[in-house]
């Protein structure tokens, strides 16, 4: 009786597929129409502002067409998703032209859903989140740019071409060596990095994981990578070197890099999603080191940063404990998802940006911070070390001591040293970074995989 229900299921999910690859199909015959999967839109994110960098590049290449954008952010209404988007990252987007579709599953990709196998069940969830997101409107290009690569063999089998924008891998070999050395992080439990039997099960469940995700990734006909840290991991994962790119995300470098440098506020900056992996905790207790050996109290830290769901507001709430418990509340403050305005007074009056993530995938407020003349001090791994604090434009740290340390340093600058940096750090910018060479690329790519009409 079992065998024959999971055959009647098996027959059914046969079907839906058959018939959603029909619609897909006649979409792509009779509309220039492109789809991006991006379930938390209104996040206010680096990875946000490629999604809709990404949709203005299709808008302004391609002036007939249309595009859809998968959400799970059900309460806000489309006006006001494109209202912080243009308030957020300063943008003025063809809002006549995007259409939003609304999910309701997004749930099943939450983290706090999977206390165990975490990475296998939201991956498996964001199948059943794709499935969802083709039923409610088929289309015949699937672009991803949150990194879920695990609804590709769905987009590929419904018949859409499939486009990916990974800003960091689901798993890398980093992730394995932490596994396979013991290390508690925030993704490896200390009571796992304790027990060597735990230990040897999360590192075959790693490595199988690994394999299945080397092999959906191999579906997609265009991949974009932020970094050369990213780049190397996902060739190593996904293969297919001839059809990966390495393209910078998109940075608000013009009118940053117009801001006057000199006579700047003692205030530290720190722009970043309230996610575990931003590591704000190590940003607070670095600062309470400089504290302990700093005359005065005219030095101010700044967090600010989106939520996204429940977990980062709670998140938020921790951090604001731990300021209290270090007294430290008269000089560190947290502003959640401000205002693009008040982001740029912020960022225009700032002296020392401050970054924390171990082996980020990139770090756009990094860039950011150098466009606008702010000195940066990020974390000595991933894409800030490869990519963008090049010798001479910044510094690079690991534990609150060296973070403190670099903190005293450029507080000990004078005029004529500050400038030093920040001309190198901004002709660096200049070369490298804009919107601009991010929506050029990204569609000269397209182009060239997927044949676009341009």
């Known amino acids: 009786m079992l065998l024959f229900l999971l055959f009647i299921l098996f027959l059914i999910l046969c079907f839906l597929v058959f018939y959603i690859r029909l619609r897909c199909l006649e979409k792509r015959l009779t509309e220039d129409h492109y789809s991006f999967f991006h379930p938390y839109c209104n996040a206010g994110g680096g990875g946000e502002r490629v999604l809709w960098q990404c ?22 209404p489309p006006q006001q998703i494109i209202a912080d988007a243009e308030k957020c990252f300063g943008l003025k987007l063809p809002k006549e032209r995007i259409i939003f579709v609304y999910l309701n599953w997004r749930c099943l ?28 409107h088929p289309t015949g290009c699937w672009i991803d740019t949150m990194g879920y690569a695990f609804t590709y063999p769905l987009a590929y089998v419904c018949g859409c071409d499939v486009v990916s924008y990974v800003h960091y891998p689901t798993i890398s070999t980093d992730m394995l060596g932490l596994v396979k050395e013991r290390t508690s992080t925030y993704n490896n439990s200390s009571a796992v990095a304790r027990n060597p039997i735990l230990s040897s099960l ?58 006057p440098t000199g006579q700047r506020e003692r205030k530290v900056i720190s722009l970043a999603q309230f996610r575990p992996e931003k590591n704000h905790k190590l940003q607070i207790e670095a600062f309470a080191k400089l504290m302990e050996s700093y005359n005065g109290r005219d030095v101010k830290l700044v967090l600010i940063g989106g939520v996204r769901n429940d977990e980062d507001k709670a998140r938020v709430d921790e951090l604001r404990r731990l300021i209290e418990e270090l007294n430290l509340s008269d000089v560190i403050s947290i ?43 990020a974390n000595n791994s991933g894409g800030p070390k490869l990519d963008i604090v090049l010798p001479g434009t910044g510094f690079l740290a690991e534990s609150p ?38 929506k050029t690329t990204f569609i000269k790519m397209l182009s060239k995989h997927l044949q676009l009409d341009i």
């Open 202 to 259: 999360k590192l075959v469940y790693y490595k199988c994981f690994a394999w299945l995700y080397g092999k959906v990734g191999s579906l997609s006909q265009v991949i974009f990578v932020n970094s050369s840290w990213t780049e190397a991991h996902i060739k190593d994962l996904w293969g297919g070197a001839e059809r990966t790119y390495k393209l910078y995300p998109p940075c608000n470098t013009t009118e940053y890099l117009n801001i």
């Open 335 to 377: 502003k959640v998802s401000i205002p693009y305005k008040d982001l740029y007074r912020e960022i225009s009056t700032s002296l020392i940006g401050i970054h924390t993530m171990w082996n980020e995938h990139f770090g756009i407020g990094i860039v950011e911070f150098m466009a606008s003349g702010i000195i940066p001090i």
């Open 401 to 438: 001591e060296e973070y403190s340390t670099h903190l005293q340093r450029v507080l000990s600058m004078t005029e004529e040293e500050l400038s030093v940096i920040t001309d190198r750090a901004r002709q660096h910018v200049r070369e490298t970074f804009s919107d601009e060479s991010f």
């Open 55 to 76: 949709i203005l590049a299709l808008c302004e290449s391609k002036p007939e067409c249309t595009v859809s954008v998968y959400t799970g952010d059900n309460p806000a």
């Open 109 to 136: 990709v939450e983290a706090k859903l999977y206390p165990v196998l975490t990475l296998l069940g939201q991956s498996l969830g964001s199948i059943l989140l794709g499935l969802e997101a083709l039923m409610r």
